[in-house]
């Protein structure tokens, strides 16, 4: 009884630490989004260099959350378009057939803030007079990117809340019947304890004691196999999120994870333990 | 010091169909400072539901007890361990900590009074010696004989130095050399000052005593006398 009470505390407590873990990604994959995703304003091709640096200019003084904007004018866009495709004879040959540069002249921009952020830079784009400048603005297939990673990152929370909170109401059941089951298992020993006086704290003790340890033990095994499984997938998610490595983010946050974890299993097992005694041992 | 005032304890059935039983009834007496008392009776006449009553283990359905002139039923939790720590019992069962060794049984009353583990170091070894039980200190209860088991009962009981001491049919399993020894113990326990009540059904060893004797039958108190017998 004493290990399934220690497994089903560990069981939660690495759900918890999952969530944990999986919060410190998402806001790392969240920001990475936001640094490489920008708003590109496609101007009109016989839009004058001179009014879209004035676009420019404008949005700089009156958007106080853009970090960068970068002009590409027509030729730029073509030698950058031909220099990537360079080795690509179809789209090259493409290109001779159309005659004249088909690109736009471009502003792009990079905002620090949230994905409403960069709505309100589109609308001032769309709205006020630059608006006949601009040919249009490419903000809606981004905007749906940053809302997706927001849209999964808050169900998966949701559900790891869900699926913790269920934990833990097993893991505290699990530890309070196996505390009912000790205290049912020295009934006579605490008949004894009774009859030589012994206070109630001083026969709960023992028990609230067996819950603690029972946290003790869970966190151990728990932090444990967080710092294990840190480095076996280390590797794995520094291939999938380039700069996040899950290792070094243990060993930076190790006393949050060690403050979390045994919190968590020293409030389960001897809450759980209190409510058992309170309830069962009525001194 | 310990009164009984028209006690009556009534237990309901456990069944639905089975009737209350009338354990005590109408039972009063009262036991002074350094009396050694026999409550005799058959098995069922009571005489345990007293060693509850007055440690508090039970509250009876009418009349009073009270300890020390506190009335035993208006006293709160607290009150009531310090009653249970200044009483020491002696039972037929024994009543020991099996997890814990003959010397931790022992210190285990001392822990729960609260004292140093000095003067409990000191204070255990004492009492096992004088009771015989030195060299068996870290056996656990299991492994010793009846005896043993009984002896160690009264060391524990000894060793708090208690004013009153409650034996409940403390010789039920013993031989008659180990009963020997225990009423002899409880009677010079009693002479050094200490309360004695031996709640038995032995006839002999209440005859031999010649002290007070309370005789109960069914639950009432039929006989009281300072210097009496073992008639039922």
């Known amino acids: ?283 | 010091m310990i009164r009984f005032e028209k006690v009556t304890k009534i237990y309901p059935g456990n069944s639905a169909d089975a009737s209350p039983a009338a354990v005590l009834q109408d039972v009063s007496f009262e036991i002074k400072e350094g009396e050694f008392v026999s409550i005799v009776g058959k098995s069922g006449a009571g005489k345990t539901t007293i060693t509850r009553l007055i440690l508090g283990l039970e509250e009876p359905t009418y009349g009073d007890v009270y300890f020390k002139g506190k009335n035993l039923r208006s006293a709160d939790s607290s009150e009531i361990q310090d009653v249970r720590r200044s009483i020491s019992g002696i039972y037929q069962d024994y009543k020991l900590l099996p997890a814990k060794t003959v010397y931790e049984n022992v210190a285990y009353v001392l822990e729960v009074e609260g004292k140093s583990y000095h003067e409990i170091k000191e204070e255990v070894p004492k009492v096992l010696d004088l009771i015989g039980l030195k060299e068996k200190s870290e056996n656990f209860p299991k492994e010793l004989s009846g005896g043993e088991q009984q002896r160690l009962a009264i060391a524990r009981a000894l060793v708090s130095h208690p004013k009153i001491i409650i034996a409940d049919e403390p010789t039920g399993n013993l031989d008659p050399y180990n009963t020997y020894e225990v009423v002899y113990l409880l009677e010079k326990i009693n002479k050094a000052g200490a309360t004695v009540i031996l709640l038995t059904h032995d006839r002999e060893i209440v005859n031999k005593l010649g002290k007070r004797v309370i005789t109960l039958v069914n639950g009432r108190i039929i006989r009281d006398e300072a210097e009496g017998r073992f008639i039922i």
């Open chain 1, 1 to 283: 009884m004493s290990v399934a009470a220690i497994f089903v505390l560990v069981i939660a407590g690495m759900l918890v630490t999952g969530v944990f873990f999986f919060q410190a990604t998402a806001g790392y994959l969240i920001s990475q989004i936001r640094d490489k995703i920008d708003i590109t304003a496609y101007f009109k091709a016989s839009a004058a260099e001179e009014d879209i640096l004035a676009v420019k200019d404008e949005i700089m003084k009156t958007s106080p959350n853009v970090k960068s904007i970068e002009y590409v004018s027509k030729e730029q866009a073509l030698a950058f378009f031909s220099d990537i495709h360079s080795d690509n004879p179809v789209l090259s040959r493409a290109l001779q057939e159309v005659g004249d540069n088909p690109f736009l002249p471009s502003l792009n921009i990079t905002t620090n803030g949230e994905p409403a952020q960069y709505e309100e830079i589109a609308n001032i784009l769309q709205t006020s007079d630059f608006g006949k400048l601009i040919e249009k603005v490419d903000f809606a297939q981004k905007k749906d990117t940053i809302e997706k990673v927001y849209s999964i990152t808050t169900s998966i929370n949701i559900f790891g809340i869900i699926a913790g909170i269920i934990l833990i109401i097993i893991s505290a059941l699990v530890v309070f019947n196996t505390i009912k089951l000790g205290i049912e298992n020295s009934k006579e020993e605490i008949s004894t304890m009774r009859i030589v006086g012994a206070s109630n704290w001083f026969i709960r003790g023992p028990f609230i004691i067996q819950g603690v340890i029972y946290g003790v033990a869970a966190f151990l095994v728990c932090f444990l196999l967080t710092g294990v499984f840190a480095y076996v997938v280390s590797s794995k998610m520094t291939a999938i999120l380039p700069g996040f490595n899950a290792c070094s983010y243990f060993l930076a946050h190790w006393w949050i994870f060690a403050l979390t974890q045994l919190g968590f299993g020293v409030a389960v097992g001897a809450g759980s333990a209190l409510v058992v005694v309170k309830k069962y041992l009525e001194v």
